[in-house]
């Protein structure tokens, strides 16, 4: 940016600046080596959270990324965005897997095996149904997110946690050591 800014100043351009967020980034690493992540109280609350909704089905967590990107993938994603507050409550426009358009960027550039391999996707699904996810992109160790979702229907048992942590669980063991978490919904991300 610095390097643009410079080029743009010699160019005769003005460069504006303006704030438009808090960038939320976590140490993963740091989190991890203080022995203190998550919180004692976290993992209850987690625990607890997953016996609730094992009430409603047997829980799994898929970890996608690779060759394991498919159009059954693409189809959880969007089921769980149509069932969330962007496809109930909005107008779509933040939704990346909803939008038929929007949908075909990602898959596009998963048909790249490079861009494949950076993008990963953590689905929750409970009984069989996808509850929740976590979409990121890897970069060297560093991991950005691009969006998370729950369906509405499994709310009071708060999956989109669920899915967060057991994501940040594996992007740490892929040698993950700090996420940008983005700006927006500083509730969860501080």
């Known amino acids: ?6 080029a743009a100043v010699r160019s005769g351009w003005t460069v504006l600046v303006r704030t438009l967020g ?3 980034v ?8 203080s022995g203190g992540w998550p919180r004692k109280s976290t993992r209850r609350r987690l625990e607890n959270y997953e016996r609730q909704l094992a009430k409603k089905g047997e829980l799994h967590v898929r970890f996608v990324t690779g060759s394991a990107w498919n159009e059954g993938v693409f189809e959880a994603l969007a089921a769980i965005e149509a069932n969330s507050w962007v496809g109930r409550r909005s107008d779509g426009r ?3 897997f909803l939008a038929a358009g929007q949908c075909a960027l990602w898959r596009r550039a998963v048909s790249d095996p490079q861009n494949a391999e950076a993008l ?3 689905i929750l699904t409970v009984g069989g149904e996808p509850a929740a996810f976590s979409f990121d992109l890897r970069a060297g160790e560093r991991q950005y997110s ?13 999956p989109g946690k669920i899915v967060t942590y057991r994501q940040l ?9 700090t996420v940008d978490l ?4 500083s509730g969860y991300k501080q």
């Open 1 to 6: 940016v610095a390097m643009l800014e410079q």
């Open 22 to 24: 808090k960038t939320f």
């Open 26 to 33: 976590l140490s993963l690493r740091d989190q991890i080596d």
């Open 94 to 96: 933040g939704a990346q």
């Open 120 to 122: 990963s996707a953590t």
């Open 146 to 158: 691009i969006a998370s979702s729950y369906d509405e229907r499994f709310a009071a048992a708060r």
């Open 169 to 177: 669980q594996w992007a740490a063991g892929q040698g993950v050591q």
């Open 182 to 185: 983005g700006v927006g919904d």
